[in-house]
C-alpha cells in the first residue's frame, strides 16, 4: 500500500525505482538468509533496510497529503 500511495506522489522515476527495487532486493536477501540459516544480525539487517525505505516512503506521502512537498 505505501508503494502504491507512494507512486501516487509523482516522485521522480530515478528515487521510485531505487525505494521499490531496493524494498524488493532487501526483501529477498532477508528470505534468502532466512532459507539459509544466517545469523540473526544478517537478517535483521535486510530486515531494516527495507523497513527504513517502507518508513521513507511513507513519511515522504504523509508529507505530500499535507502539502509540505
Known sequence: ????????????LLLAQALLYGYV?????HFLAYL??????MRATFWTIGSLILIFMT????LAALGVV
Open 1 to 12: 500500500v505505501a508503494g502504491f500511495l507512494f507512486t501516487l506522489t509523482n516522485p521522480s
Open 25 to 29: 532486493a532487501s526483501r529477498l536477501a
Open 36 to 41: 539459509t540459516a544466517q545469523t540473526h544480525d
Open 59 to 62: 513519511g515522504n506521502v504523509l
